[in-house]
């Protein structure tokens, strides 16, 4: 590939690339960590500023892109040298750091060189944000206003913004604010979840985690040797006894919180529940009883913690933990996602600016041949059907729970299929099994072929193919 799509920088080092909108008064804690190598300076960093970096080099598109500094690119124009090229920032972590809403950072777009703003103005230019790391949390309208402010404030023009974004609802969200930014919505836990559990099944010394390694919210990280239910397995498992539900938890949230208490009225030796009380938080329980007066249960979470298949939950991350075990001794998942409840007030139900983000976690009872019910954002059932082409369950279970944008009225539904399928009788439960067995088997096809597909050569790579042609404007060559 001879050509490839180029990336402007403001600060090129010796030992690599800064990431652009880094903070000046950062760059001497950059220098003191790694000698200017930014990817090895992130402990340094943490320990110094007691916070992550605001912004990281991902190294996402590194067999896509021409790296130059912004000056280089700048003499090239005056030089009449004529090309695109992308000014690329990354978010790390959390976005509210990314937007300033942190004692130690600011809005990071505020960084940005005034060559770079000119050069994107005036010039060839586009701006890039390219966020798939995590999602969700920080995405509303109150930050993104300062995009768009940012954008306008400066005379970029909307057809030169991009993003690449894990939340398939923000290109509507931008839409209907009448902007004309470009959205390519990219689900990088599909695609690392899907390699992750390909690797598990054909590589029997296969290990996510390798020694002494760390992962940003959780430090150090033990070195763990996780297995896949096949689909032989889950055929033959048909008929044994089982479990109602499999209902993971780790953070405590408002709707994980009201799902547990339901499933503890149901009886929750019903079901394998996990939590850990180490993740008590006193505001979600108050909020939770206002919901749900249910004391007994909270006491049972507050003075107790069950643990179903790992022995510390404050030390595992969502990928490397995989335990076939669970999957097999349950009917469905219970999944619940790490957004939910997204009204900011009792009026406010439905959101101007709701987040389309998808973790993980729906991704584990796809991986191990399950049925499950999703607890997440409205229309995700609808999304990974249209996206990726995997089957849901309707109409053994009623999913009508997915077009409900109201979050409550959402919740409801589901309790009430929750409800259902516990008072089923354990022959119906195994027909439910024998009826939704083929959706399951074709759902953990599709999912392995995805890792398949994303180890392609990049022209031969669907999804980075689609990243190419949107970052060109869909023509069918690289420029």
């Not at 004529?82 to 990071?108: R, V």
């Not at 075990?325 to 009204?343: A, G, K, R």
């Not at 309707?394 to 979050?407: A, F, K, M, Q, V």
């Not at 022959?427 to 392995?448: A, G, M, R, W, Y």
Request: charge should be negative; glycine fraction near 6%; hydrophobic fraction near 35%.
């Amino acid at each position: 590939m001879e050509n490839k799509i180029i990336f402007g920088y403001d600060v090129m080092t010796y030992n690599g690339e800064l990431p652009n909108c880094l903070n000046p008064k950062f760059i001497s804690t950059i220098h003191t960590a790694s000698d200017f190598d930014y990817s090895m300076s992130g402990a340094f960093f943490s320990k110094r500023w007691n916070c992550d970096w605001p912004v990281y080099n991902s190294n996402f598109f590194e067999r896509l892109i021409t790296k130059k500094s912004v000056y280089e690119i700048s003499q090239d124009r005056k030089d009449g040298k004529k090309y695109d090229w992308f000014y690329l920032i990354e978010p790390f972590g959390s976005l509210e750091q990314f937007f300033g809403n942190h004692p130690i950072h600011e809005f990071a777009l505020h960084n940005m060189s005034k060559k770079s703003i000119d050069e994107i103005k005036n010039g060839n230019g586009k701006l890039l944000i390219h966020y798939t790391i995590d999602g969700g949390l920080g995405v509303n309208l109150e930050n993104f206003e300062k995009i768009i402010k940012f954008t306008k404030d400066n005379g970029i023009p909307d057809e030169k913004v991009y993003f690449i974004f894990s939340d398939f609802k923000l290109k509507n969200n931008l839409e209907k604010l009448g902007l004309g930014y470009k959205v390519y919505d990219y689900n990088l836990n599909m695609i690392s979840k899907a390699q992750e559990f390909y690797n598990t099944i054909h590589n029997p010394n296969y290990r996510y985690w390798g020694d002494n390694a760390n992962e940003p919210q959780v430090g150090r990280i033990t070195s763990n040797k996780s297995n896949i239910v096949s689909k032989d397995e889950f055929i033959n498992s048909i008929g044994t006894d089982k479990k109602d539900f499999l209902m993971l938890n780790r953070h405590w949230k408002l709707h994980r919180l009201l799902l547990m208490s339901q499933l503890y009225k149901l009886g929750i030796d019903k079901s394998l529940v996990s939590w850990d009380n180490r993740f008590y938080h006193q505001n979600v329980v108050d909020e939770m009883l206002i919901h749900d007066r249910n004391d007994e249960f909270v006491e049972k979470i507050k003075t107790s913690s069950q643990l179903i298949d790992i022995e510390d939950l404050t030390k595992i991350a969502g990928y490397g933990f995989e335990t076939k075990e669970i999957y097999l001794q349950t009917y469905m998942s219970l999944v619940t996602e790490s957004i939910f409840f997204q009204s900011k007030g009792e009026y406010d139900i439905f959101v101007n600016f709701p987040t389309g983000y998808v973790s993980e976690k729906i991704w584990k009872p796809i991986g191990h041949c399950q049925p499950f019910i999703l607890a997440g954002p409205a229309k995700t059932l609808q999304y990974i059907r249209e996206r990726f082409g995997f089957k849901t369950f309707s109409p053994y279970i009623d999913e009508s729970y997915d077009l409900e944008c109201d979050d409550f009225a959402r919740l409801r539904l589901i309790q009430k299929e929750i409800d259902k399928f516990s008072n089923k009788t354990k022959e119906e439960k195994d027909q439910f099994l024998n009826s939704v067995k083929d959706i399951c088997i074709h759902n953990q096809t599709i999912f392995l072929e995805y890792a398949l597909k994303s180890w392609k050569p990049i022209l031969e790579n669907e999804e980075m193919f689609k990243i190419i042609n949107f970052l060109i404007d869909d023509k069918k060559t690289l420029i």
